[in-house]
């Protein structure tokens, strides 16, 4: 039975899309251009905003529900930190309604700021007594990635229309590539002063929301989980699973949104995040032992901890 309502569902799917009308050619004057500011302020202390310019041109669009709205966007923007500067650029194909197919690349560098012990991007090299070492770039070197991936979307909405059916579902699954010019393969790297793990390499990333948005001024309450796992290279006879470099990182929490203006959203998030329980560490500071000569706890490796708030300012703002 559910074999047979799939195949009934994709034809009826591969029907709507060889039947319809194609739209392309009447569309072609509905590019649309805009510009979005986002703005994210985060305790413990992490603030950024990027600009970005948006170029959305219609793309096979066809006079069916599904790909009524096909288009293709382009991004160009630039990200600002207090401790880095980055410039990105995004392809983004939506060839379904409910489907998006995306790829990009960014080059940045960072600084340090040191009486604070920020570093925007600085090598992690272990000392002869184990403890990091690190050495701020300061413009000397740059960080590079590439991104490709995929976004499914579904909202209950769709099938059930009202304003209250709107159950929605999202999730993101994508591989990144990430870099520091310069640095060797088994180098280590801090970014955005995170905990300094960093190596050359791809790191696989999952994305998932469960929500329902309603039409008040609350208009989104969801649940957001974000996972990640790193393949990078370890040097010959390093084992990564010492440190437990070889499991899923997870962080996890609420968020609210709200839309003041059209052009607007403001969303306030909580999370959680897992970190690796050790043996042997002897302090709280992430950078008094060299991560590589941590040992995790096999019997009890995880445990969760705050991870942050913030606000995440949100506009759009239309150029036609």
Not at 50 to 71: D, Q, S, Y
Not at 107 to 122: A, D, P, R, V
Not at 197 to 219: C, E, S
Request: proline share 5%.
């Amino acid at each position: 039975m559910k074999k047979l309502i799939v195949s009934v569902i994709v034809c009826m799917l591969i029907t709507g899309i060889l039947t319809a009308e194609d739209t392309t050619e009447s569309k072609k004057s509905d590019i649309k251009f805009s510009t979005n500011i986002n703005t994210v302020l985060a305790f413990p202390w992490r603030a950024k905003v990027t600009a970005t310019e948006v170029i959305k041109v219609p793309f096979l669009v066809r006079n069916n529900p599904f790909m009524r709205g096909n288009n293709i966007t382009f991004k160009i923007g630039a990200e600002l930190s207090p401790i880095t500067l980055e410039g990105k650029f995004d392809i983004v194909w939506t060839p379904l309604a409910f489907l998006e197919l995306y790829g990009g690349a960014s080059i940045g560098s960072g600084w340090t700021i040191s009486k604070l012990g920020f570093h925007g991007l600085s090598y992690n090299k272990p000392n002869a007594q184990g403890r990091s070492e690190i050495i701020p770039v300061n413009f000397r070197s740059v960080f590079y990635s590439a991104n490709f991936g995929a976004t499914f979307q579904f909202d209950l909405g769709a099938i059930i229309p009202s304003p209250w059916t709107h159950v929605v579902f999202k999730t993101d699954q994508y591989m990144v590539y990430r870099g520091l010019a310069g640095a060797k393969s088994t180098d280590s790297w801090i970014f955005q002063n995170d905990d300094g793990w960093n190596r050359n390499g791809f790191t696989y990333n999952g994305m998932y929301v469960l929500g329902y948005q309603m039409p008040l001024p609350i208009k989104l309450v969801a649940l957001r989980i974000e996972t990640y796992k790193t393949f990078f290279p370890t040097a010959s006879g390093v084992d990564k699973r010492t440190w437990g470099e070889d499991r899923f990182y997870v962080v996890f929490g609420p968020l609210v949104a709200f839309k003041p203006a059209d052009i607007c959203t403001i969303t306030l998030v909580a999370q959680w995040e897992t970190k690796r329980n050790y043996i042997n560490k002897t302090s709280p500071d992430k950078f008094s032992q060299f991560y590589q000569t941590l040992q995790i706890n096999t019997a009890n490796p995880d445990s969760v901890h705050f991870y942050q708030v913030g606000v995440i300012v949100d506009i759009n703002l239309p150029n036609n």
